[in-house]
């Protein structure tokens, strides 16, 4: 068909369209909006859509299929029910002409070109389908706008809206290097809003039975302990999910650490100070979410991965996430992370969190999390069919723990803690949500229970707030709200942050006291420093000697002396973690360094870590050269070898238990204050020296045929 042509019909649909009152006499105001349209042919139509703008006699025109677009009309007639009008920059001057129904829905009438007449039918179009895909175009501009604006690389988005998708959809790219765009199904690490899986697939547990949110922990995990037993005693499921435990973070025992795994974390828990009682003040905890993954897969006999595959991926249709990090990266489409580092957005290396996995380490896509909003904006119902109890949905989207704090902003509302959610309102609208950072990811969660819709952000890069910004914009679209300005706000206080920032470094420099220096060699404070939950720090000199270095769980820095026995970490480029942690070396009574401390979780004391023995103090071949008798006065003193464990024998006493330290020191296990050390000459242990609080003895080796004893 004639290019022309086509065009022309579809403006007379409109025009049609406006002339269809029945009754009276229609007037442009009662032509307002969108018709959609079709011009027969003898094989067949062309769709259009016609648009009649608020302002007087004004409208365009748009044919898809012909790439037409916004096409002007002009000549617009309005003469009893009779409507017309021709389309500009069209040869032949096609003109439309049409009547309206008696139901005023349907214009039918003829288009006019040259000497072709041909039949057209137009139809009002459904007006809140038309104002939503206009809302939707402008979300879409927005998102990518919002995205360029805070330097995000890559970023996907997902709406739900009355239990459908509204949108999913990738933006940017997820590798810069290679320039691959973002899709609806490139994964992404949704970090902490994996709290929320863990909690409900718990919750499937309560629904069938298997478990009582209230009931004490040890009810099903009898070997359950933390520091202090009145809590331990009493602590519940709930408790794990509402971050109400009594224990401050901690994330130092898990973070970076490929030594420990889930279950290994849950028996570190008593190895750690609390900083509150029981439910007496909200503290976000990833280990007690950790817990909550163990005890899953202790009810269900299989491991935390198969009970969210299991219970809520699976069934969900969620077939794309991945629980474990090397499962994502197995897909391909995986969004790298990134950082700003020095004023540059920089691509760093995935953190593998997979030892705290029910806390934070599923990766998921834009489509795939759509998924998960229509179970709860469709109250545990996707697509008709019942996922999961819409009470137990409702349980742990329910206020349990109050977060505390105010907002500064009386757009949003007071929080409160459910399991796996926060709950607040946002103007006026009741709202739960969850965030999820991880290294070089940032993710936030939504859904608006009273309003029918949810929204998902994904992005590939440290520490943004694009997700929170796109969520408040997409919810002020959505809820109709006049849109404020979040993100000029928030890069004003960007900027405000950066110069307390500066301020805070001064001020930290100024406690620092100047002309001071360690009290021993470098040499002495190296050495191994252990700690039963948080692992080792092993202190080294550096490559030439004249500095410290040091090394927590895989996380290394360069070590500066800050003052007296305080050592400050330098900024690592590869990993910033430890800069500006202080390091402060503990001598004992003998003026050896036995004791470390840090600071890695500042609602507690600083944590202590024991200096190790020396390696070779364990090996029973080095042991075997201190076994032998030994003259102290009058007295024999027998030393002896029990596997790896030496023991000394005074006339009169127990058989002490000796503890190995360092430089073939031993302390006695049952008596604190009291050690021993070996001494040689010419590679022969040839005296031992005894120390105690009221002074010191020397003990000589008592045969010489004790030499076979000795090692080279």
């Known amino acids: 068909m004639h290019q022309a042509l086509k065009q022309t019909w579809a403006l007379g649909l409109i025009l049609l369209a406006a002339s269809c009152l029945l009754g009276q006499t229609p007037q442009p105001s009662d032509f307002i909006g969108t018709w959609k349209g079709e011009i027969e042919t003898a094989n067949l139509g062309f769709e259009a859509t016609f648009e009649f703008a608020k302002d ?17 009309l002009k000549d617009i007639e309005l003469k009893k029910a009779i409507f017309s009008f021709t389309i500009t920059g069209i040869p032949g001057s096609p003109r439309f002409s049409g009547q309206l129904s008696e139901d005023g829905t349907t214009v039918k009438g003829s288009f006019l070109q040259g000497a072709s007449k041909l039949v057209f039918k137009m139809t009002r179009a459904d007006q809140a389908a038309a104002d939503q895909l206009e809302t939707l175009e402008l979300i879409e501009k927005e998102i990518e706008e919002l995205r360029k604006e805070w330097e995000v690389p890559g970023l996907a988005v997902g709406i739900v809206k009355d239990g459908k998708v509204y949108l999913s959809r990738g933006f940017g790219t997820r590798d810069q290097n290679q320039d691959h765009p973002v899709t609806p199904k490139t994964l992404f690490a949704i970090g902490s809003s994996t709290k929320a899986f863990t909690a409900l697939a718990l919750g499937t547990m309560v629904a069938e039975g298997k478990l009582d949110w209230d009931e004490p922990l040890r009810t099903y995990l009898p070997d359950f302990a933390l520091s202090e037993e009145s809590v331990a005693a009493r602590l519940t499921p709930r408790d794990l999910l509402t971050h109400r435990s009594g224990m401050p973070r901690h994330d130092m025992i898990w973070y970076n650490r490929k030594d420990i795994d889930i279950e290994k974390i849950y028996h570190s828990l008593r190895h750690l100070d609390l900083s509150a009682d029981l439910r007496e003040t909200f503290q976000y905890n990833n280990l007690m979410f950790a817990t909550a993954g163990h005890l899953s897969a202790v009810l269900d006999g299989t491991s935390w991965p198969k009970v969210v595959r299991s219970r809520l991926l699976n069934p969900l ?20 992370p990134f950082d700003l580092r020095d004023d540059k957005i920089t691509e760093i290396p995935y953190r593998n969190i997979d030892n705290v996995g029910p806390a934070g380490s599923i990766f998921s896509s834009a489509d795939d999390m759509c998924q998960w909003l229509k179970l709860f904006v469709g109250r545990g119902k996707v697509d008709g069919k019942t996922i999961v109890s819409g009470a137990i949905l409702k349980e742990v989207c329910s206020p349990q723990m109050v977060m505390g704090g105010l907002t500064g ?52 890069r440290n520490a943004t707030p694009l997700p929170d910004l796109l969520l408040m914009r997409i919810a002020d679209r959505l809820l109709d709200l006049e849109v404020r300005d979040w993100s000029s706000e928030m890069m004003a206080n960007k900027a405000k942050a950066k110069a307390l920032e500066k301020k805070s470094e001064a001020l930290v420099e100024g406690k620092r006291v100047e002309g001071t220096k360690p009290a021993q060699v470098l040499e002495s404070y190296v050495g191994t420093y252990e700690h039963a939950a948080y692992g080792s720090i092993v202190v080294d000199l550096v490559a030439n000697g004249d500095g410290l270095s040091v090394a927590l769980n895989g996380l290394t820095a360069d070590l500066e002396h800050w003052h007296y026995e305080t050592f400050r970490a330098l ?142």
């Open 317 to 336: 249709g969620m077939n794309n996430s991945h629980v474990l990090l090397v499962d994502a990266k197995k897909t391909g489409d995986i969004a790298r």
């Open 571 to 712: 900024k690592n480029e590869e990993d910033p973690t430890l800069k500006g942690t202080k390091f402060l070396f503990r001598t004992n009574v003998d003026g050896d360094i036995s004791e470390l401390e840090v600071a890695l979780e500042p609602a507690v004391a600083a944590i202590k870590f024991g200096r190790a023995p020396d390696a070779a103090l364990s090996d029973p071949t080095y042991l075997a050269r201190f076994v032998g008798e030994y003259k102290l006065g009058g007295q024999t003193i027998s030393v002896d070898l029990a596997g790896k464990t030496l023991t000394v024998t005074v006339p009169g006493q127990p058989t002490y238990r000796l503890q190995p330290t360092r430089n073939d020191s031993f302390q006695l296990k049952e008596m604190k204050g009291y050690s021993l050390q070996f001494k040689s000459e010419g590679g022969r242990v040839n005296e031992v020296i005894f120390s105690q609080p009221q002074g010191m003895a020397a003990a000589k080796r008592a045969r010489s045929e004790d030499a076979k004893t000795q090692s080279p």
């Open 409 to 460: 902003s009386n757009d949003i509302g007071p929080s409160s803690y459910g399991m796996g959610w926060m709950i607040d309102s946002y103007r006026g609208r009741q709202r739960i949500h969850h965030g999820g950072n991880i290294d070089g990811f940032s993710a936030l969660v939504a859904h608006f229970p009273n309003d029918g819709f949810g929204v998902v952000a994904l992005a590939n």
């Open 56 to 72: 007087d006699w004004k409208g365009r025109l748009s044919i898809p299929v012909q790439g037409l677009k916004d096409r002007a």
